[in-house]
């Protein structure tokens, strides 16, 4: 039987797919350029979740609250970036893409290591559209203590 969903979902992603998965940071990189924190938010489903540093955010709305603050204050002037470093798709609707980036004060044209950081982005496909329903980041150079040490 030519065509079946399970024959699809045996042949993987398709390449529309792939290529809108990977067009979500470019999506994420113009919304910060504009300081457009609906932008930014709307790429999530209502109830994502967006995890940094010190902070977690649940549901659509707060993600946009706490943009909205942020463009005003310590992002206002700053650009981000980022780049694929590998998808992986849990189904037809639902993938992992794992990125590299970070945030680019004013004037910078590289993200110091100090900056880097790595972040994974849980996305789903609904409505024909592939949203965020979590991103989480961590810093991608972390000295962790080495083992055995109290870390002090």
């Known amino acids: ?26 999506q994420v990189i113009a919304a910060w350029a504009r300081n457009d924190a609906d932008g930014f938010a709307d ?12 902070l977690i955010k649940l549901g659509r709305e707060e993600i946009r609250g706490y943009l909205t ?15 694929p470093l590998g998808i992986r798709f849990l189904s037809p609707e639902s993938g992992i ?9 004013p004037g910078e044209t590289e993200i110091s290591d100090a900056q880097t950081i ?22 991608a150079h972390q000295m962790l203590p080495a083992p055995g040490s109290t870390g002090r």
Not at 9 to 25: E, K
Not at 47 to 54: A, R
Not at 99 to 105: N, P, R, S
Not at 118 to 139: C, E, F, I, T
């Open 1 to 26: 039987m030519s065509g079946s969903t399970v024959e699809q979902a045996a042949a993987g992603p398709s390449a529309a797919d792939q290529a809108a998965v990977a067009a979500l940071t470019q």
């Open 43 to 54: 790429l999530f489903v209502e109830d994502g979740t967006m995890i940094l540093p010190g």
């Open 118 to 139: 790595h972040a994974s982005w849980v996305v789903v496909k609904l409505g024909g559209d592939w949203r965020l329903a979590a991103y989480q980041n961590s810093p």
């Open 97 to 105: 893409l794992l990125t590299q980036g970070g945030v680019l004060a």
């Open 69 to 83: 603050d942020a463009f005003a204050g310590p992002y206002q002037g700053t650009r981000v970036t980022g780049r």
